[in-house]
């Protein structure tokens, strides 16, 4: 098959380009606004609109039946120097409604009144019910060749390159919720292949809260705010959730997961994905064989401890969404291998016990290595956001030669669902002529009408068979990239309401994740059930979710029962004999530093060569330095004044990765509580040093995240009460030996030495 040429390839390249000159972020700092500094008194002289920024780009330029147009994106885009209706005649004023006279009323022939306010109130669509909080991305992916013993899906086979746009996102809260609230993750993506478009639409868990779709209004209903108040929004802690989750037992596996770290994890680059169900594959010859998907990410699977989560949540709502943003204007593309997992395909689709059709399961690593069979780089920010990521369309039977579905009934429930939620959404069935949602190949579907139709076809005859239109279109073969659905056997069987024998088992997988955790994970574990079951009203509902831990294990209850200022009761069931999964954990390895932000404070007056030097080395290693001072503005004379980022008043521990103390500045201009609470006026009075440095540095201690000193940097260090040897904190009297060890502690994404397990 011809390689697919990559448009994102150039503009993957000219992001990276632009961070070596004035094209990119100022100082290789990503969140510059516009492409093109503003001046400081409004333009008067016509111009053009702008270009979009380096790191950004759009749908590929494909006709609303999938024909490569040729045209330039800024065709989709607004153009020419003059403000317009919206049917381009020019306008002279858009800020004074039509009136009789200045004071009299305002006239109802003023269209370009009627035309802007009727717009306005209906720029709003449906948000999505689940999912509606997203962050998304364009990309490429490569395919290894690997997988060509088990499937026929041309986007697979080797150094083939394939457009994708992927969207992360959570699930419960509403689009104006917070990023880091403790909940499942989406990640999916869109595959715009030379076949068709494929939609691998997963999460961040490998497993779900139900085994068959019809319980899915459930469990939203019953994890989404009380319907009498609308609170709480875009959390878990609260009776509706966990009345449902510890009657309707299957929810207990995934909801592990979700107390777990993985709940709040630490970027969208830093999260696994997964397909949660198993899908069939599909090889030239028909043999079939079944398969779970993996994303695992390059950077490695790391999380948010609570407190930075929760103080995220109100400093920087936007958290996540605006670290994948700035890691790729920083030209830190994101990457994942695609992965799979392998089995059988058996008349019982089980393997090693498991039931490959139960979505509350996994299969453990070890009994079933992950097979890379991809890349994907994800290199290029939408250029708008209602138009991309609002708009854009998953669904699960998206499918191309090669993959198909298997029997498992949450899966064959969102195969409906997806479908049907689209239509409402996006205002009928032609959304997929929107263009981030279209196919890049030839649309020939008989298809006609409808809302938002727009194709101009042609033709008589969009039925079949016929000959007014000269028989087309024609019906494939195998021979020609058919999809064809694979001819399973389906035995005799009754019509029942039931679930198979195997998918009642609900204890055993929990306890096996739980097993897999190192004592600090399971020491967070026991914080989050704590809390959670802590913020629940009715005293039953937190002793029957006491009964499922103690069937989970003994140790675990008793924590928190302990919390709870409950008794731990004795299981139902016997513990189940598992073997533990080191891949489950998400501690122990050493990973890229790719994006990861490091601040540096300074005010100028200590050693800012010491500072320059350490800011370039920074850079040159792939990660974002911050310069953090008591005001903004710039410090230094001459030609290379270093720019300052952060200031005490704005900047949070939350966003560093690790500190950097050049020195240890007094209390500010504006540091006192009338103006910036954090400032402490009591403290202010007494320290040498701003109490809002002390509190960055405090929180990130407690964070377990990596501290260096130099210099006057040693007297912040001990005004916090660390000294130096304090576990993960490094002082040394050249700036670059500080720099060199933190990048080490940074592998392992937190000096994890510094918390202390009972567990």
């Known amino acids: 098959m011809t390689e697919k040429k990559n448009p994102l390839k150039a503009a993957a390249e000219k992001a990276a380009d632009a961070l070596l000159g004035t094209d990119g972020p100022p100082g290789g700092v990503p969140g510059v606004p516009g ?5 400081v008194q409004e333009p008067t002289t016509p111009r ?3 270009p979009p920024k380096s790191d950004q780009t759009g749908p590929e330029t494909v006709s609303p039946t999938g024909q490569p147009t040729g045209a330039d994106q800024a065709r989709n ?16 004023d858009t800020d004074h409604s ?3 006279g200045p004071r009299g009323p305002v006239l109802l022939q003023d269209h370009h009144l009627r035309e802007k306010i009727t717009h306005f109130d209906h720029e709003r669509i449906p948000e999505r019910v689940v999912h ?8 490429v992916f490569r395919g290894y060749g690997t997988a060509a013993g088990i499937t026929k899906a041309a986007f697979l086979a080797k150094d083939v390159e394939t457009p994708v746009f992927v969207r992360f996102s959570t699930v419960l809260g509403s689009r104006g919720s917070a990023d880091t609230v403790r909940d499942t993750r989406g990640f999916a993506t869109k595959f715009y292949t030379e076949e068709g478009v494929f939609d691998l639409v997963g999460n961040n868990i490998p497993v779900f809260f139900i085994q068959d779709a019809i319980k899915f209004p459930d469990i939203i209903h019953a994890g989404k705010p009380h319907p009498d108040r609308e609170i709480p929004q ?3 802690a609260h009776d509706t959730f966990w009345d449902f989750v510890t009657l309707h037992t299957e929810a207990t596996h995934h909801t592990l997961w979700n107390m777990s770290d993985r709940g709040i994890p630490r970027s969208y680059r830093m999260m696994e994905g997964f397909g949660v169900h198993t899908f069939r594959l599909v090889d030239a010859e028909g043999r079939t064989t079944l398969v779970k998907f993996h994303w695992k990410p390059k950077l490695g699977v790391h999380s948010l401890v609570w407190e930075e989560a929760q103080i995220a949540a109100g400093v920087d709502p936007d958290f996540h969404r605006r670290d994948l943003a700035d890691a790729i204007e920083a030209g ?15 008349e019982e689709q089980t393997f090693e016990g498991i039931d490959l059709l139960d979505p509350t399961k996994i299969v453990p690593e070890e009994l079933a290595p992950v097979q890379p069979i991809g890349l994907m780089t994800l290199n290029a920010n939408p250029s708008n956001y209602f138009a991309e990521t609002e708009q854009v369309a998953f669904h699960l039977g998206h499918l191309v030669p090669g993959i198909d579905v298997t029997n498992d009934p949450l899966l064959q429930g969102r195969l409906f669902s997806y479908l049907d939620t689209q239509i409402s959404r996006l205002g009928g069935p032609n959304f997929g002529q929107l263009p981030i949602n279209r196919t890049h190949t030839p649309v020939n579907d008989m298809l006609r009408d409808g809302m938002h139709q727009t194709a101009v076809h042609r033709g008589v005859a969009p039925y079949r068979p016929n000959s007014l239109d000269g028989g087309c279109p024609f019906t494939a073969g195998a021979d020609t990239g058919a999809f064809i659905d694979v001819p399973v056997e389906l035995p005799a069987a009754r019509k029942v309401r039931e679930a198979p024998a195997s998918f009642d088992d609900h204890f055993s997988q929990a306890r096996l994740f739980w097993l897999s955790m190192t004592p600090t994970e399971r020491e967070h574990i026991v914080a989050a059930y704590t809390f959670e079951l802590g913020k629940c009203w009715e005293e039953a509902i937190k002793v029957r979710g006491l009964q499922v831990l103690a069937n989970i294990d003994s140790d675990l209850c008793a924590q928190v029962a302990t919390g709870l200022g409950l008794p731990a009761p004795e299981p139902t069931i016997a513990p189940a004999t598992v073997e533990p999964s080191p891949a489950l954990s998400q501690i122990g390895g050493e990973w890229p530093l790719d994006g990861r932000i490091i601040g540096i404070v300074t005010d100028g007056s200590d050693d800012l060569d010491g500072v320059r030097a350490v800011r370039r080395a920074i850079l040159d290693a792939g990660m974002v330095p911050l310069i953090v001072a008591p005001q903004g503005g710039t410090l230094g004379q001459g030609d290379d004044p270093v720019t300052v980022q952060r200031t005490f008043a704005t900047a949070r521990s939350i966003e560093f990765d690790a500190i950097l103390l050049a020195g240890a500045p007094g209390p500010a201009a504006d540091g006192y509580g009338a103006r910036d609470a954090k400032a402490d006026d009591a403290a202010a009075a007494v320290l040498a040093v701003d109490p809002r440095l002390l509190l960055m540095i405090g929180e990130a201690f407690r964070h377990g995240k990596a501290l260096g000193a ?6 912040a260090l001990a005004a916090a009460g660390l000294p130096a040897g304090s576990l993960g904190v490094v002082v040394d009297e050249a700036p670059s030996h500080v720099l060199q060890t933190i990048t080490g502690l940074l592998a392992a994404h937190r000096a994890w030495d510094r918390f202390t397990p009972t567990l």
């Not at 492409?35 to 001046?39: A, H, N, R, V």
């Not at 291998?337 to 089995?343: A, D, K, M, N, P």
Request: without cysteine; glycine residues 12%.
């Open 710 to 715: 130099w210099g006057e940097g040693t007297d």
């Open 77 to 92: 885009a607004q153009s020419g120097a003059y403000l317009t209706t919206a049917q381009g005649a020019r306008l002279y």
């Open 132 to 139: 509606a909080r997203g962050a998304a991305a364009h990309g």
């Open 35 to 39: 492409s093109l500094p503003p001046s």
């Open 48 to 50: 053009e609109p702008l």
């Open 234 to 236: 875009a959390q878990s």
């Open 332 to 346: 830190a593309f994101p990457q994942w291998e695609l992965g799979v997992q392998t089995f059988p395909d058996t």
């Open 98 to 100: 039509l009136k009789a």
